[in-house]
């Protein structure tokens, strides 16, 4: 079984910073790329950024220059810091990975999501 926990989320003001990490834990054999997604109300899931084993991003247009999406593949951990934060990032952020047990071929995990508020 795997899971993964996210942590980070916050209340900060327009122009603040914050750091989400979140964690796979449980009968891991390969990670392979993994991501952060948001939701605000009444929206749909959208990726924010993703990034690859070998350490390749991707990031949506909203965020680029602002947010940077790294990984400890050691640790099973992925980072996203989030700077010069608007109120329209204002979400649930749900961390995603593509992950191979010994007994099945991989599939996408999701965290529990965590809540960022952007607000003065």
């Known amino acids: 079984q795997v899971q993964l926990v996210e942590s980070g989320g916050d209340l900060v003001q327009p122009g603040g910073s914050l750091r989400l990490s979140c964690v796979a834990s449980g009968s891991i054999f390969k990670i392979y790329a993994m991501g952060w997604y948001r939701q605000a109300p009444g929206k749909q899931r959208e990726l924010v950024a993703s990034t690859t084993s070998d350490g390749i991003t991707n990031y949506a247009d909203s965020v680029k220059g602002r947010f940077t999406i790294s990984r400890d593949n050691i640790q099973n951990t992925v980072y996203l810091q989030m700077n010069s934060l608007k109120p329209e990032d204002t979400a649930v952020y749900y961390c995603?990975?593509?992950?191979?047990?010994?007994?099945?071929?991989?599939?996408?995990?999701w965290g529990q999501g965590t809540q960022v508020t952007v607000s003065s």
């Open positions: 995603n990975a593509a992950i191979a047990t010994m007994r099945s071929p991989a599939y996408g995990y």
